[in-house]
């Protein structure tokens, strides 16, 4: 059986499992990205409603702006890294609708606006893969590790981010949350990638960047829980990680 090298500890296991937004993929330049532009155009609707953010611009999303109002960071226990689609849609037209605009309407903007938002990020094909990673993913196969992605976002939208990384053939298993009845941090996403990758629960290993993702791997069963932080091999938010890492530079892979 394989093993997974991290923080000096080895690890036998036959499945990876990764989360996809902040483990994969860069989520600064992906979804810091769509956020600015989301945001904008909530600003300008909200004035046009004689309006302004409720509860601040930065409690929204769980973003960090500077004093120029870019992203730089996030809550990593708030929604943008987070939410899905939905609730994403839930917490902004929330904002329209405390500025008076009735709900059905609210909604309608809302979804145009992050519509017009992602288009740009298809446009640019904004995806950037964590340190490490695609050096990891091949040492994986290498091995004949089985792998797989679970994922709080849909099935199109993942397709096309693995796609623009590169690394869609690398996986075996992609659950999203359209395809499960419970998303994190229920275990169903987990259990259900082990059933399609056939391998046990105990056998398999996750690495995320949210505790949802920690908790998600210990309510399946899984064999170990490793938690990503970039810049940081300690982590508060991470408290159901057996082991966090700050990228998969600190990962490696043997027969």
Known sequence: MPLLHANGISVPCKAILFDKDGTLLDLMEMWGTWAESVLLAMETHLALAGSGFSGGKNLVLGTVQNAEGRITGYDPGGPLPMATVEQTYGILAWQLYAAGVPWNDAVTRVMGIAKDAMNVLRERRSARPLPGLLPFLRQCEAASLKMGVV???????????????????????????????????????????????????????VIGDSNADMQMGRGAGLRLTIGIWPGAETAEHLTDADIVVRDFTRLSVSI
């Not at 096309?160 to 690394?167: C, Q, R, S, T, V």
């Not at 992609?174 to 059933?195: F, H, I, L, N």
């Open 151 to 205: 994922t709080s976002d849909e099935s199109k939208m993942t397709a096309e981010h693995l796609e623009w990384l590169g690394i869609a053939g690398y996986f075996g298993s992609v659950v999203t949350r359209d395809r499960v009845s419970k998303g994190k941090p229920a275990p169903e996403m987990a259990e259900t990638a082990c059933r399609e990758l056939g391998v046990l629960p105990e056998e398999t290993v």
